[in-house]
């Protein structure tokens, strides 16, 4: 059990994130959320890469055991593509907030249903002129 | 860190959850360190704890910071939560123990980044730009077109942004602090930059701590005044120029009759032509970045509050 709890703590992280990203309705929220599940995936890399006794991987005369480079490399692009998607989706959520003046998730489908019910209508209107 | 996701989870408070992330993100870098990921830990307190912070902030200047009620229980994202969380941990018992020598993850090409070809000592700054230089470049045209996506998104076409500046920061402290502190932030980072092949670093991490200098002083003497230092059209250019850097070093391999990305070639000792091909590409990284990064601000900067209802 012991041996496994970084994946433990990984995967509280990840759900946790997950929950966010369900349960709430805010898109930032949502956004925080989505972050929080990004760096439970940094951690699901790194963990497995450490070895006892091991030391950062800067090659020195004086080292022996360096932890594993490979998924350091993998992460630390990661982090900034992940911030670069983030800051992508925050430009959504601020144009969203401009057309629609909300960012919660269920006024927006709310105001979506109340544009279709207007729109029916007058749609079937125009195809009985058309007639 | 733990707790920290819980009280974020549950606060509605959205100025608060955007602390709390980047107080998160500080814990994070911290465990990274701990697990010897120097060069990550570096990014994610940079990127994570900083740069992400001001523009969730930013984000939220723009929108309400205050969140609703939500509308239904929260019993089945829980419950669907809460079952993958065991689906998954189930999963993770089949998996090698933590920092077990004999894990796969150890024997397959790492004995051969750690053999030092390069002669780079950071091995993560040599397998970044030069054994997986493909991956690199393609992380950074992501990175660029994340940067193009936001500018298409934010940009009014033809009408000049009209920008009510709020006064800049009047406080004398900070105005000091900041004028002594930015030069050595902006210093740091150019440290990191070249210092990267012996101590962690590189020019991801660089080019967020340049933006984030910039951001700082834009932060404390206004968008303005950061904008005739680092002009709109200066950064943009800087997003396009860093990947045709990139893609630049990878030609010249091409043409001197090597593969694409092939630094051997670079110079007649192959050793010094793969310092130089990882020295370019770095900096390819480092403008590219920094300029995206720098945008990104701009562009959530110049959109003031009042004007978006237009």
Not at chain 1, 29 to 47: C, E, N, P, R
Not at chain 2, 222 to 246: K, S
Request: charged residues 15%; neutral net charge; contains cysteine.
């Amino acid at each position: 059990m012991i041996e496994h709890f970084s994946y433990i703590v990984t995967v509280f992280l990840m759900v946790a994130g997950l929950y966010v990203v369900i349960a709430r309705g805010n898109l930032i929220k949502k956004l925080v959320g989505l972050s929080i599940f990004q760096t439970s995936v940094y951690l699901l890399y790194i963990a497995p890469g450490k070895l006892i006794g091991g030391t950062a991987p800067i090659l020195a005369p004086q080292y022996g055991i360096y932890s594993n480079p490979l998924p350091h490399v993998l992460i630390l692009t990661a982090i900034v593509v992940g911030i670069a998607t983030l800051a992508l989706g925050l430009a959504l959520a601020v144009r969203i907030r401009e057309v629609y003046g909300t960012i919660e998730e269920d006024e927006i489908l709310a105001l979506d249903h109340q544009v279709e019910a207007a729109q029916e209508p007058r749609g079937e209107q125009r195809e009985e002129k058309g007639a | 860190m733990a707790l920290a996701v819980v009280v974020l989870a549950r606060t509605r408070n959205l100025f608060a959850v955007v602390v709390l992330s980047g107080l998160y993100s500080f814990l994070m870098a911290t465990v990274l360190l701990a697990l010897d990921a120097v060069d990550v830990a570096m990014t994610e307190a940079a990127v994570g704890a900083g740069v992400s912070t001001v523009l969730l902030l930013g984000a939220l200047h723009l929108c309400k910071s205050e969140e609703a009620k939500p509308a239904h229980r929260p019993w089945l994202p829980l419950a669907l939560a809460s079952v993958t969380a065991l689906v998954l941990i189930y999963g993770a018992m089949g998996l090698p123990d933590f920092a077990d020598p004999q894990a796969p993850i150890h024997q397959h090409v790492v004995p051969r980044y750690l053999q030092n070809e390069v002669d780079v000592p950071n091995v993560v700054t040599a397998v970044l730009a030069s054994f997986r230089g493909y991956d690199t470049l393609g992380e950074t045209t992501v990175v660029f077109t994340a940067g193009a996506g936001i500018i298409a998104l934010l940009r009014r076409p033809g009408r000049r942004a009209r920008v009510e500046e709020a006064p800049p920061c009047a406080d004398l402290l900070l105005r000091l602090i900041g004028k002594l502190l930015i030069p050595f932030v902006l210093l740091f980072a150019l440290y990191v930059q070249f210092h990267g092949d012996y101590g962690p670093g590189g020019g991801f991490q660089a080019g967020v701590i340049f933006a984030s200098g910039i951001v700082f002083y834009a932060l404390i003497f206004g968008v303005e005044n950061a904008r005739r230092v680092m002009p709109d059209r200066l950064v943009e250019r800087m997003i396009a120029a860093g990947v045709l850097l990139y893609l630049g070093v990878g030609v010249a391999g091409l043409l001197l009759g090597g593969n694409f990305l092939d630094y051997f070639v670079l110079d007649p000792d192959p050793v010094h032509g793969q310092h130089r091909g990882i020295f370019w590409v770095e900096v390819g990284v480092l403008i590219t970045v920094c300029g995206v990064m720098l945008k990104i601000f701009y562009m959530f900067a110049s959109r003031g509050r009042g004007e978006e209802r237009g």
